[in-house]
Every structure is written in C-alpha cells, then in structure tokens.
C-alpha cells in the first residue's frame, strides 16, 4: 500500500485524544469488550431470561467467559446451559478471577436468550445463591475491588524513555487500556455495498473461534497488546485471541503467494515511528457488525510515543486500511493505549456457543 494512504494526527488531533484520556481516566467500558464476536448473532435483546442451577465448569479465558452449568427441569430431567460473557480481561477490571465460580456452586443467571431457543444465555447478572434456601449470597456482576490489572500499573506515571540507546523510538513493553474513540465509518462501493447487503451477524466467524483477520485483531481489538524490538524484526503479541506476529524490517528473498489472515508484513522505522505495511490477507470480517474486505487489502500501521506528564506512556496506534475491490476509500482506526508494567496476558482459550453454524437470525448488522 502507498505510504500516502497514511493519515498524519496533527497536533490539534492529538491533543483532543491525550484530553479525552484524562477525562475519561483511563477507563474501559465493558461493552467494548464484546469486540471479539456479535452477541446479537445469538442472543436476542428482548428475549429475557432467567435460569438457576449447578455450575459444571467455568471458564475464565479471553476471548469471552462461559459459564456451563445443570438445570433441572419440571420434569426432573437435567439439561446443560451455557452462559456467555464478555472478555475475561474486562472481569478481571471488576475484581474477578478464575476461582470467583467454582463447580459445585449454585447461581441464577439472568439475561438475553438466544434466537434459536438453544440453552444458552448472556452473562448480564450472575447471581451466587445459598443452596438451603437460594437466598442470594452475593451478585457478582456488581463485585467491585482492585482489579489485578489496576495493581499491575506502574507505580510512577513518568514516562519511560523515549528512545532506546541505538536511536530508534522505544515501543517496548505492554500497551493496555485503549482510549474511548469511536471506530472509523467504512465507505463502501457498488461492489462492497452489495457484499454487505448478505452480511449475517449469525455468520460472524468468530462466534465459532475461527482465527481473525489482521484488520479485526490488530485495528478494532480494545484489548492489550505486547511490543518486542529487535535488531532485524519486531515482535507483536495480542491479549484477544492470541495472536502473534514476527515482522521483518527485511524483505523476504521469496515473496509467499500463501494468503493468511494476518498476511505478510514488513516494518521500517521513519522518524520517531514504527510504520508496518501489510499485505497477502485472505478475505475476513473486520468487525462483529459484518463490514468484510476482500484478499486485496493492504494496511499500513504506524506506533508511535505521544507520552504525557499527567498520565505516563502513551503509545498512538494508527491503521489506515485500503481495499481496492469493495472500498471507495480508504479508512483509518486510530487509538491510544497507555503503559503497563508487569501486565500479565489473561490466557487465550475460545470455545464456541452451543449451537451449530446454521443461521438463526434474519437480522442484518
């Protein structure tokens, strides 16, 4: 992709996204966290639902908890339900863990049902009963505390240095807590338009765990993310779906007609800025709201340190993406994402609904 398809932050920009930081503190919504898949390609949001019974299992991994557990029926006949919720990463911002439900418990969820009437609900309320006479323990969706990602944080909000010895910018470390800017409209063309018009939220494929495309884990992913530097690469590593890439500042001596879904890339620094230029993608959905691009697209990302005195490091991530086939014009995500020391990944282990990929919905997105 042309270097000209980058878009520049001026002052005046960067400035409006440092002050919308402080305002908002740093604070990451939970909805943002239903980036990695629609719930709406299963749930229904006015199909209300309320069930009780014995956890089996819980799991506490990103892309998104699920809680399994036993209801008995009227008829005595015990069914399996799964209850979904969103990132273990924004559970952890409320104080939970992976021992905060355990087999054995007794809890009654309350939330959206599915479409398909299938035995699952979302994870809206959990409630931790008492098994004598199920009076309510504690509501754990409203469990406040000191998340361990918050006691994680550096200690000192000084920045770090901005340059490593040799010269180049200094990105390395762990990037959490992305700013709370809106992502970018996508203007399709005739083709793109038409494309989308067959777009399912049912079909998103990360509902069933398939891996996601560079656009969806390195653009829309709220979530942390952990920079390497090396002499002749660079190392990227994401919380949401555990994705890892290892770029080269070297081209390859054989170009690779292999598409994947996080493509080929190759990185330069200019200036005070790593920039990435991408290609070889295979065709994905670049959010849960069906927007797709096809195996044609290129992207160009740029990190850069916008530090500041009253918060700490700051790290801009830009990326401007171009599809020739279905965009009328390119467009660009660009977030803000603040240093964390000693940031530990929540693991990654995706497990997909209880249902099959048949399309239980006629909603568009």
Known sequence: MPYKYQATLTGFVMKSIIRTIILAGLAWPLGLVHAHHSFLGTFQSDKKVEVTGVVTDFHF???????????????????????EGLAASG???????????????LVRISGDGTRDGSPMVTMTKVELLNPKDRSVVRVLTEQKGAAPAV?????????????????RPNLTGTWTESDH???????????????????????????????PGLVRQAG??????RITQFTDRVLIEYEEYGGRREIFFAPPKTASKVKTNLGTSIAHYEGDALIVESGNLLPNWINPHGDQLSDQTTTVETYRRVDDPKIGSLLSIQLVANDPVYLKQPFVITKTKRYTE????VPNECRPPLRDRSDVSSTKP
């Open 61 to 83: 991994f990103n892309p998104h908890v699920g809680l399994y557990f036993n209801v008995t029926n009227a008829d005595g006949s015990v069914t399996q339900w799964m209850s």
């Open 91 to 105: 559970y952890v911002r409320m104080g939970w863990t992976r021992d905060t439900l355990k087999k054995g418990d």
């Open 151 to 167: 006691a994680q944080r550096s200690s000192s909000p000084q920045p770090f240095p901005l340059k490593l010895s040799d010269g």
């Open 181 to 211: 800017l809106r992502p970018p409209s996508v203007t399709y063309n005739e083709a793109g338009k038409a494309l989308q018009a067959t777009a399912r939220i049912a079909d998103d494929p990360q509902i069933f765990c398939d891996p």
């Open 220 to 225: 829309f992913t709220p979530h942390a993310i």
């Open 342 to 345: 000693n940031y530990q990944f």
